[in-house]
DNA sequence: AGTTGTGTTGAAGA
DNA sequence: ATCTTCAACACAAC
């Protein structure tokens, strides 16, 4: 679910909604997703810290603090962060699936909500960040990541399905299971064929893609495709122009073949055999 | 009512 | 090493 363009959507709404706020407290009834410390240390390295920036490196969101430190959250599949008020002195969350509150002062609060539990809250220090995020590839949307980039990273995969490249998050960082298919759609390419047999031409079809792809979801506030939504519980734009992705048995928006659906990598793929060579 | 699939990713297994 | 499979968990759809 939240992808680079759910994930952005995030960041740039928790810009406006608490920046500047201070951490009063923390409150859990599922410890599991606090990685790296115990609950207690946990909470006494947040309590009176201020949100100073708010970023995205990935599919992570960084909530930076004061005092160098940094509060990573990850939503893996069904995170969500909601911007809600609370009722003084009373632990308010508002769904049953909210596990952490982190509460801020003028009765804010930013409740960490998850159905499937999978998602991580970890505090670090700016000194371990770029240790931490090494190993995240290059954010699509940055001016760095140009055609010559994006070649290079295919250099030593040539064996490999395209559509297990663009997932990789070690090599371009955001795309997944949603976008990696509307992408190859929009760029008219199967998503088995290996990287080795893509023309020049391809690659920069789908250099463009990712671009264009990318912008124009986190312009439309992402994907709802079922569980995501924003800061404030809305859904997202995007499902409404999906072409592919979910679309088994129905035509393709183009050209009127029948949409299929495969598994690559226990992962659902979807593509139109005709459009996509 | 039981089985299957689900957007992620790290850790275990081959 | 590197690639594939599994597990974490809850729920909807079949």
Request: proline share 3%.
């Amino acid at each position: 679910m939240p992808e680079l363009p759910e994930v952005q959507t995030i960041v740039n709404d928790l810009r406006k909604e608490i920046s500047g706020e201070k951490i009063t407290g923390f409150w859990t009834d599922w410890k599991k997703s606090i990685k790296g410390c115990q609950l207690a240390e946990f909470k006494a390295k947040l309590n009176g810290e201020k949100i100073i920036a708010i970023e995205r490196i990935g599919k992570n969101i960084l909530l930076r603090l004061t005092h160098q430190k940094i509060l990573l959250v990850h939503l893996r599949m069904t995170g969500k962060l909601l911007f809600t008020r609370r009722v003084p002195n009373i632990t308010s969350k508002t769904d049953r699936h909210t596990h952490s509150i982190l509460l801020l002062n003028k009765n804010k609060q930013l409740e960490f909500n998850d159905i499937r539990k999978f998602g991580t809250l970890e505090i670090i220090s700016t000194d371990t960040l770029a240790e931490k995020m090494q190993k995240i590839g290059i954010n699509p949307l940055s001016p760095a990541f140009t055609l010559k980039k994006l070649n290079l990273s295919l250099l030593s995969k040539k064996n490999k399905a395209i559509k297990t490249l663009l997932m990789n998050q070690d090599v371009i960082s955001g795309i997944g299971n949603i976008y990696a298919s509307e992408i190859l759609f929009a760029a008219k390419i199967a998503p088995q064929r290996s990287i080795g047999s893509l023309t020049a031409e391809e690659i920069a079809e789908l250099f463009k893609n990712i671009k264009t792809i990318l912008k124009k979801a986190v312009k439309l506030r992402g994907t709802s495709f079922s569980d995501y939504r924003d800061t404030k519980n809305k859904k997202g734009g995007f499902q409404e122009i999906l072409k592919v992705y979910g679309k088994t048995g129905k035509k393709c928006p183009a050209c009127g073949t029948i949409i299929e659906k495969i598994t690559m990598g226990q992962r659902s793929t979807f593509y139109c055999p005709r459009c996509q060579k």
